[in-house]
């Protein structure tokens, strides 16, 4: 199995195809094999590449929490690349990996030839912050006490999976079964290291508005935790445009593919055609409600 060496850990991937490279990062639920859709349907074009993060196996597995957290986690996306020999990439995240991804944007734009942000948001409003802290505490608890298999029966019937499992049931029940195959360490450690200390997307306004990288926002509808925060993003990165799916929850990429893909073929194109532009926030007046460019 492939394994690459970043940090003190070894990270597995896997990968299909040839061209420009496309790295996806998986959600908290999910690992590689939530990316398989995309590795069919992208690597016809581009050299795809999907991988496990720490805490999952086969990759490693860190015995203590504070070795989990929201730099690690980018710091790993930006190890990845170098260690295959990538000096720039196309990366897709999803939830926790959307999260990895834009602190990846942030902290490595050199190696950002764009970045596609699936389905952030949870735990990002400043007032919910300590609920979601423990929240992810409460959960990585039940993972040490009960084991995967167990909390697996709550956490993947939230209101926002609800869609992808009156889908595609087939599709859910596979996912379904994903998650509760992780370890259990790895996604206790997880939650406490990375989950509960990662900082509010609205903490981050002043690096978010310095981002010059191409980014696409994707979210579903019906992924209400996210739907503010993904406006707040659309409104200060300079980079961003926003596409809504309707009738959609969470993984946006696995409940709806077809549309994932048009939208992430589409944006590639441009950004590598020159065709996705960069705004000027400055020139955008905070009161100009009716559209006539007051100053």
Known sequence: MPYARVGRIQLYYEEAGSGDPVLFVHEFAGDHRSWEPQMGRLSRRYRCIAF??????????????QDYSQDAAAEDVAGLLRALDLHKAHVVGCSMGAFATLHFGLRFPDLARSLVVVGAGYGAPLELRE???REANAVADRIEA???AEVAKTY????SRAPFRAKDPRGFANAYRIFSEHSARGS???LRGYQARRP???AL???????????????GDEDDPGLDANLF????IPGAGLAVVPRTGHAVNLEEPDHFHRLVEDFFAQVEHGGWSIRDLEGIAPDDILGMGRR
């Open 205 to 219: 306004e002043a690096e978010l508005k310095r981002l010059r990288v191409p980014t696409l926002l994707v979210i």
């Open 156 to 159: 993947m019937t939230s209101p």
């Open 188 to 190: 206790a450690n997880t």
């Open 233 to 236: 993003l659309k409104r200060t």
């Open 52 to 65: 496990n993060a720490r805490g999952y196996p086969p990759s490693d597995v860190p015995e203590s929490w």
């Open 200 to 202: 509010s997307l609205y």
């Open 146 to 148: 009960e084991g995967m």
């Open 131 to 133: 609920r979601f802290q």
